[in-house]
Protein backbone atom coordinates (compact mmCIF):
# COMPACT_ATOMS: atom_id res chain seq x y z
CA UNK A 1 0.00 0.00 0.00
CA UNK A 2 1.00 3.81 -0.74
CA UNK A 3 -0.02 6.21 1.05
CA UNK A 4 0.24 10.05 0.54
CA UNK A 5 -0.86 12.69 2.65
CA UNK A 6 -1.33 16.53 1.73
CA UNK A 7 -1.30 19.50 3.65
CA UNK A 8 -1.52 23.19 3.16
CA UNK A 9 -4.57 24.54 1.94
CA UNK A 10 -7.10 27.17 2.75
CA UNK A 11 -8.34 30.44 1.98
CA UNK A 12 -5.97 32.78 0.86
CA UNK A 13 -6.75 36.28 -0.84
CA UNK A 14 -5.89 36.85 -4.65
CA UNK A 15 -1.89 37.97 -4.52
CA UNK A 16 -1.08 35.77 -1.80
CA UNK A 17 0.92 32.75 -1.38
CA UNK A 18 0.71 28.69 -0.33
CA UNK A 19 2.40 25.85 0.73
CA UNK A 20 1.60 22.57 -0.34
CA UNK A 21 2.87 19.41 1.10
CA UNK A 22 2.46 15.93 0.19
CA UNK A 23 3.82 12.96 2.17
CA UNK A 24 4.40 9.60 1.14
CA UNK A 25 4.71 6.53 2.77
CA UNK A 26 3.83 2.43 2.16
CA UNK A 27 5.83 0.05 0.23
CA UNK A 28 7.01 2.59 -2.12
CA UNK A 29 9.94 0.37 -4.56
CA UNK A 30 10.76 2.64 -6.59
CA UNK A 31 9.41 6.86 -7.88
CA UNK A 32 9.46 7.51 -10.97
CA UNK A 33 7.50 10.58 -11.40
CA UNK A 34 5.40 12.63 -8.68
CA UNK A 35 3.39 15.85 -9.32
CA UNK A 36 0.11 17.80 -8.63
CA UNK A 37 -2.76 17.97 -10.24
CA UNK A 38 -6.11 20.35 -9.30
CA UNK A 39 -9.64 20.14 -10.10
CA UNK A 40 -12.06 23.27 -10.29
CA UNK A 41 -15.51 22.63 -10.07
CA UNK A 42 -17.00 21.93 -13.07
CA UNK A 43 -13.88 20.86 -14.76
CA UNK A 44 -11.45 18.09 -15.43
CA UNK A 45 -8.36 17.70 -13.33
CA UNK A 46 -5.57 18.69 -14.88
CA UNK A 47 -1.82 18.66 -14.29
CA UNK A 48 -0.43 21.64 -12.70
CA UNK A 49 2.97 20.45 -11.88
CA UNK A 50 5.33 17.26 -12.29
CA UNK A 51 9.02 16.34 -11.25
CA UNK A 52 10.24 13.35 -13.03
CA UNK A 53 12.48 11.29 -11.47
CA UNK A 54 16.15 12.57 -12.74
CA UNK A 55 13.97 15.07 -15.20
CA UNK A 56 13.14 18.43 -15.44
CA UNK A 57 9.69 20.06 -14.17
CA UNK A 58 6.79 20.64 -16.03
CA UNK A 59 4.08 22.90 -15.50
CA UNK A 60 1.15 24.07 -16.62
CA UNK A 61 1.46 27.48 -18.96
CA UNK A 62 -1.31 28.82 -16.06
CA UNK A 63 1.17 28.43 -13.09
CA UNK A 64 4.50 29.15 -15.15
CA UNK A 65 6.52 31.45 -13.27
CA UNK A 66 3.88 31.29 -9.76
CA UNK A 67 4.75 27.93 -9.05
CA UNK A 68 7.24 25.87 -8.00
CA UNK A 69 7.35 21.99 -7.26
CA UNK A 70 9.94 20.48 -5.73
CA UNK A 71 11.07 17.56 -3.40
CA UNK A 72 12.70 16.60 0.21
CA UNK A 73 13.91 12.87 -1.12
CA UNK A 74 14.72 11.81 2.68
CA UNK A 75 11.40 12.78 3.74
CA UNK A 76 9.70 11.09 0.64
CA UNK A 77 8.02 14.78 0.34
CA UNK A 78 6.58 16.89 -2.82
CA UNK A 79 6.36 20.54 -1.58
CA UNK A 80 3.91 23.08 -4.43
CA UNK A 81 5.10 26.50 -3.76
CA UNK A 82 2.15 29.07 -4.88
CA UNK A 83 3.06 32.14 -5.18
CA UNK A 84 0.62 35.34 -6.50
CA UNK A 85 -2.41 33.32 -6.57
CA UNK A 86 -5.73 34.34 -8.21
CA UNK A 87 -9.26 33.46 -8.13
CA UNK A 88 -8.91 30.86 -11.21
CA UNK A 89 -6.48 29.32 -8.85
CA UNK A 90 -9.42 27.72 -6.80
CA UNK A 91 -9.60 24.50 -6.89
CA UNK A 92 -8.93 21.05 -5.17
CA UNK A 93 -5.35 20.12 -5.33
CA UNK A 94 -4.36 16.29 -5.34
CA UNK A 95 -0.70 14.68 -4.97
CA UNK A 96 0.24 12.19 -7.58
CA UNK A 97 3.03 9.88 -7.45
CA UNK A 98 3.90 7.44 -10.04
CA UNK A 99 5.71 4.55 -8.41
CA UNK A 100 6.37 0.64 -8.40
CA UNK A 101 4.91 -0.87 -5.01
CA UNK A 102 6.96 -3.42 -3.67
CA UNK A 103 3.80 -5.58 -3.23
CA UNK A 104 3.02 -4.88 -7.09
CA UNK A 105 6.40 -5.01 -8.76
CA UNK A 106 7.71 -5.06 -11.31
CA UNK A 107 4.07 -3.07 -12.71
CA UNK A 108 4.42 1.31 -12.04
CA UNK A 109 0.78 2.52 -11.10
CA UNK A 110 -0.54 6.17 -10.42
CA UNK A 111 -1.50 6.67 -6.56
CA UNK A 112 -3.59 9.84 -5.46
CA UNK A 113 -3.80 11.78 -2.59
CA UNK A 114 -7.33 12.93 -0.80
CA UNK A 115 -7.13 16.32 -2.09
CA UNK A 116 -6.36 19.61 -0.39
CA UNK A 117 -9.13 22.64 -1.14
CA UNK A 118 -7.15 25.73 -2.30
CA UNK A 119 -9.86 28.67 -2.45
CA UNK A 120 -8.56 32.21 -3.40
CA UNK A 121 -11.06 35.20 -2.47
CA UNK A 122 -11.11 38.51 -1.35
Known amino acids: QVQLVESGGGLVQPGGSLRLSCAASGDIFSIYELGWYRQAPGKQRELVAA???????NYADSVKGRFTISRDNAKNTVYLQMNSLKPEDTAVYYC????????????????WGQGTQVTVSS
Open 51 to 57: LPAGGST
Open 96 to 111: WLNAIASSSWPLRGDY
